[in-house]
């Protein structure tokens, strides 16, 4: 079991940053992807960025690769999202997930893959 949870949301002005973080703990993550997904209000959760594990290959959602940076440290068992330039729509609630990369497979775009889930942090950007 791997459990999740995320942090550093908040409400941040246009143009400004912020980074959020997700704190795993239960197992080790060697073999495993992590993802960033969020949902906005009255819209489906979508892909944000993924990153492997033990090599750390990135995979971004191609609208936000520019502005968002995936990461992780090891060492304390943490994966990062720093998200900069940030715009009014990018308010959303934001989830990081964890599965096993043998069974995602190429699927990192796809929720439905991944096994573990954080309970989400809300990022509201404001105009």
């Known amino acids: 079991q791997v459990q999740l949870v995320e942090s550093g949301g908040g409400l941040v002005q246009a143009g400004g940053s912020l980074r959020l973080s997700c704190a795993a703990s239960?197992?080790?993550?060697?073999?495993?992807?992590v993802g960033w997904f969020r949902q906005a209000p009255g819209k489906e959760r979508e892909f944000v960025a993924a990153?492997?594990?033990?090599?750390?290959?990135?995979y971004y959602a191609n609208s936000l690769s520019v502005r968002f940076t995936i990461s992780r440290d090891i060492a304390k068992g943490t994966m990062y999202l720093q998200m900069s330039s940030l715009k009014p729509e990018d308010t959303a609630v934001y989830y990081c997930?964890?599965?096993?990369?043998?069974?995602?497979?190429?699927?990192?775009?796809?929720?439905?893959?991944?096994?573990?889930w954080g309970q989400g942090t809300q990022v509201t950007v404001s105009s």
């Open positions: 990153i492997t594990w033990s090599i750390g290959r990135t």
């Open positions: 239960g197992r080790t993550l060697s073999g495993y992807a």
């Open positions: 997930a964890a599965a096993p990369e043998y069974y995602i497979g190429s699927r990192y775009y796809t929720e439905d893959v991944y096994d573990y």
